[in-house]
């Protein structure tokens, strides 16, 4: 989220997705067992345990070390954990879904990558400040290639600690036909 928590860096701060809307959010998303999905900023595995319950492949991407070695022992073999910045993410030549919870000073740069040229992305749900999901929303409504639509509101109260900014999950896929 606004960063993440650790030992002299400001951009650790972290607000965590509580594990009810975290399953919600992954049951509306539509993952399935035949799905490669990544969790962009898996934290501690809110969002990566219920994806892994789906049975899709799931990749999750954590920065924080600490935080990365504790999820690579939670979830064990059935998930791939790998320690990396999201806005340094190299996307896989398949088709992908995305459901994530990613750094908020970096969800800029994971969108203009999830719908670059030759993306592979089928759907993205990320939980995103609702300045970025209006600002997307706006940027990807002209018909091009992709669409984005704020598919429901946050309550801050759904994050521990509370965010300073009002947030919602954004849905951005591929324009059908495309």
């Given amino acids: 989220m606004p960063g993440r928590p650790g030992a002299g860096n400001p951009r650790w701060g972290w607000c965590r997705l509580a594990d009810g809307v975290a399953v919600e959010l992954v049951a509306t998303s539509g993952v399935g067992r035949d799905d490669l999905v990544l969790d962009l900023g898996a ?87 609702r300045s970025v999901a209006r600002r997307w929303a706006a940027r990807l409504h002209d018909g091009g290639e992709w669409r984005a639509v704020v598919a429901a509101i946050l309550p801050r109260s759904a994050f521990s600690p509370r965010p300073r900014v009002d947030c919602c999950v954004l849905v951005v896929e591929r324009r059908r036909g495309r």
């Fill in 43 to 129: 934290g501690d595995g809110a969002l990566t345990r219920p994806l892994a319950a789906t049975g899709a492949q799931v990749v999750a991407f954590e920065l924080h070390p600490e935080r990365a070695a504790a999820l690579r022992r939670t979830v064990g073999g059935r998930v791939e954990v790998v320690r990396a910045d999201v806005r340094d993410l190299r996307l896989p030549r398949r088709p992908v879904r995305v459901v994530a919870d990613p750094p908020f000073d970096g969800v800029s740069s994971v969108l203009d990558r999830l719908t670059s040229r030759g993306s592979r992305l089928e759907r993205a749900d990320l939980v995103v400040p």
